[in-house]
C-alpha cells in the first residue's frame, strides 16, 4: 500500500440533549410538581494511537467525522441517554493540529494513548433543576449545549531509531534490506524510493531496533526541490542518523564529497535540531572498487570534507562522542554486520543514560542533589 502520512480531516462532536419540560400528572397526586429529566451528552470524538495501522490513508477518503447527538430529556425524572463516542484509530507517530490555531492537539508516541479531539456538548437541564419555594412549576429548561467543531491536519512521522539519508542512488535501500526484512524497491535510477520504508533489524532474541530509509535528498530540498524533503520531518524522531554515501558513483564527474557537503548543508536549512543529531557516514559500494581505489578515494574524501576525528576510543565503555566512519558494501554485506553491532551498542548505551538521567530527575524532584551525566553525542559537523 502506497504510503500516505499527510490527510486533513473535520471532527464534530455531537450536540448536547435538549432539557425536557413535564409535570407529574398521577391520579392521587393532585399536586405532583416538575419532573422533567436533564438531556444526554453529545458523543465526543476521539484518536486512538494503534500500531497495527501503519498509514492515514483511510482519512484522506473520508473527510468528516461526526458523533451523534445526545438524547432529549424525559418526564417521570427520566435523563436522556448519551451519545456514544467515535474513536478514530491512527498510527503510532501521528501528530494531529488544529488548522484554525496552529496548535498541536496530539502527539501519538506509544499504543494505546487516547486523546479527545471533539468533546460533545452537555446535555441541558431539565426544569426539575428550577423548582423553588416561589417558583413550584418552572415552564423553563434549557437546550443541550453545542459539540465542537474542529478541522484538524495528520501528519504521520514514523517512529524509528536510526535513520539513513544521503543522495538518490546512494544505496539506502540496498543497505536496509542487506540488515533487515524490509524489502523496498531497489533498481539503478535515482528516486527509487518514492516513500519512506521501515525495517527492523534484529541482533538476537531480545535485541534489536528500527531503521528508516527516506527518499534521497538532492541540493535544494529544503526550499522543496526532489522528494525529499516531504519526508525529512521522519527522521526528526530518530535517535542516530547514518549519512550513506555512494564512493562508486556511476558518473564519474560526480563529486560524492561535494555532494556530501550539500546534504548536510540542507540539514542545517530545514531544521538545526535536525543538523545536531548524532550522524554517522557511511562509505557504500566499496565491492565496485580494488582494495588500493578504495582506500584512496575513501582518503580523498575525508580531507575534502574536513574529517579530522580520531577514532573512538572505546576502552571503557562505548564512545558516543566521537563520530563514527564506515566503509560497506550493501550489496555483497560486507562491513554490514559491524556497522548495525555498532549501531546496537550505540543505542544499548543512549537507553543506559537516559535510565539514569530519568532517575537523576526523580532523585531532584524528591529533594535530593542531582548529578547528571555527560549528554555530548557524536555529530559530524562538516563546515
Not at 391520579?27 to 453529545?42: E, T
Not at 501503519?54 to 435523563?79: P, W
Not at 578504495?294 to 582518503?299: D, G, H, S, V
Request: hydrophobic letters at 40%; aromatic letters at 8%.
Amino acid at each position: 500500500m502506497k504510503f500516505i502520512d499527510e490527510a486533513k480531516i473535520e471532527v464534530a462532536a455531537g450536540k448536547g440533549g435538549n432539557g425536557a419540560v413535564s409535570f407529574r400528572r398521577e391520579k392521587f397526586v393532585p399536586r405532583g410538581g416538575p419532573d422533567g429529566g436533564d438531556g444526554g451528552r453529545g458523543g465526543s470524538v476521539f484518536a486512538l494511537a494503534d500500531e497495527n495501522v501503519n498509514t492515514l490513508v483511510e482519512y484522506r477518503f473520508v473527510k468528516r467525522y461526526q458523533a451523534k447527538n445526545g438524547e432529549k430529556g424525559h418526564g417521570s425524572d427520566r435523563y436522556g441517554a448519551g451519545a456514544e463516542d467515535v474513536v478514530l484509530h491512527m498510527p503510532v507517530g501521528t501528530v494531529i493540529r488544529d488548522v484554525d490555531t496552529d496548535e498541536t492537539v496530539a502527539d501519538l508516541t506509544h499504543h494505546g494513548q487516547r486523546v479527545c479531539l471533539a468533546k460533545g456538548g452537555k446535555g441541558g437541564l431539565g426544569n426539575i433543576h428550577f423548582k423553588s419555594s416561589v417558583n413550584r412549576a418552572p415552564k423553563q429548561a434549557t437546550p443541550g449545549e453545542a459539540g465542537e467543531v474542529r478541522t484538524l491536519q495528520l501528519e504521520l512521522k514514523v517512529l524509528a531509531d536510526v535513520g539513513l539519508l544521503g543522495m538518490p542512488n546512494a544505496g539506502k535501500s540496498t543497505l536496509i534490506r542487506a540488515v533487515s526484512a524490509a524489502r523496498p524497491k531497489v533498481a539503478d535510477y535515482p528516486f527509487t524510493t518514492l516513500h519512506p520504508n521501515l525495517g527492523v533489524v534484529r541482533m538476537d532474541e531480545n535485541t534489536s531496533f528500527v531503521m528508516a530509509d527516506i527518499p534521497g535528498l538532492i541540493e535544494g530540498a529544503a526550499e522543496g526541490a526532489g522528494l525529499g524533503h516531504r519526508f525529512l520531518k521522519h527522521l526528526s524522531r530518530t535517535g542516530l542518523l547514518l549519512h550513506v554515501v555512494d564512493l562508486a558513483p556511476f558518473d564519474e564527474t560526480a563529486n560524492p564529497a561535494a555532494e556530501a557537503l550539500a546534504i548536510i548543508d540542507e540539514l542545517r536549512k530545514y531544521d538545526e535540531e535536525l543538523y545536531d543529531k548524532p550522524r554517522w557516514l557511511v562509505l557504500n559500494k566499496i565491492d565496485m572498487l580494488d582494495e588500493a581505489v578504495a582506500e584512496a578515494r575513501t582518503a580523498d574524501f575525508l580531507a575534502q570534507i574536513g574529517w579530522d576525528y580520531p577514532a573512538p576510543d572505546d576502552r571503557f565503555g562505548f564512545d558516543m562522542h566521537t563520530p563514527r566512519l564506515f566503509t560497506v558494501s550493501a550489496l555483497t554485506h560486507q562491513g554490514t554486520q559491524e556497522l548495525v553491532r555498532q549501531i546496537s551498542l550505540y543505542l544499548s548505551e543512549k537507553k543506559r543514560l537516559e535510565a539514569e538521567w530519568a532517575a537523576d530527575a526523580e532523585e531532584a524532584a524528591a529533594g535530593f542533589e542531582a548529578v547528571q551525566p555527560k549528554t555530548d553525542t557524536a555529530v559530524f559537523k562538516a563546515e
